[in-house]
Every structure is written in structure tokens, then in C-alpha cells.
């Protein structure tokens, strides 16, 4: 069953709690914070948050990111991508600025630009 999440012009940011899941792709416009599970696709104008109990098994694209839970899958990211203390990537990396602290785990490889054009390239 595949939902779709579309941004509130009410809300400064979306948001999916603990406890809850979405198999499919989300659009949003604005910043949008993951606590729950994903499988699927974000793609994102604003800044993507991958909380402590947020679980990804699919892609990111957006203009920033941090990470602070578990990726499995490949992030694109046009601007800044953080990876916390208790992040786990399991994917390939494209960013212009990579902020890794101690003892997150990225097994994958990372390639980083000045500019990033399309995802898709």
C-alpha cells in the first residue's frame, strides 16, 4: 500500500513519528523529519532529519540532510549532509559538504562537488 505525503502550508515542517510507516514516496516542499519507517523515496526542497529511531530503506534527495538513524540506500544532496554520532549509512553518497562525528557508520562511497546538477546523473 503506497502513500503519498504532501507538505502543510500551515506547518514550518513535516513530520512521521515512531510507531508509523510509509511504503512509497514522499514529496514535500518544506523540511521533513523522519522518526518512524520509510520504504521508498524522499525527495525534498528543504532539509531532510533521519531521527534517532527513523529507519530509511530506499533514496534521499534534497538540499540538506541530517542523519542520525539509519540509512539503507543511495543520498543525494545538493548542499550539506550530517551524519551524527548514531547514524548508519548503508549506500553511496553525493554532497558538496560531508559532516561525519565520531562513531557514525558510512559503508559506501562518497562523491563530492562543488555543484550537483540533476540526481540522476
Do not use: W
Request: hydrophobic residues 35%; charged residues 20%; proline residues 2%.
Amino acid at each position: 500500500m503506497a502513500k503519498e505525503v504532501v507538505t502543510n502550508p500551515g506547518a514550518m515542517y513535516n513530520a512521521l513519528t515512531n510507531g508509523s510507516k510509509i511504503i512509497g514516496k514522499i514529496f514535500a516542499d518544506s523540511d521533513f523529519r523522519i522518526d518512524g519507517d520509510v520504504e521508498g523515496t524522499i525527495t525534498c526542497n528543504g532539509k531532510v532529519v533521519i531521527g534517532q529511531k527513523g529507519y530509511l530503506k530506499g533514496s534521499i534527495s534534497c538540499a540538506n540532510a541530517e542523519i542520525i538513524g539509519t540509512v539503507e540506500g543511495d543520498i543525494v544532496v545538493s548542499e550539506t549532509l550530517s551524519l551524527r554520532s548514531t547514524a548508519v549509512i548503508h549506500g553511496d553518497v553525493r554532497t558538496k559538504l560531508l559532516m561525519v562525528e565520531p562513531n557514525a557508520v558510512f559503508n559506501g562511497t562518497c562523491s563530492m562537488k562543488d555543484s550537483l546538477s540533476s540526481p540522476t546523473e
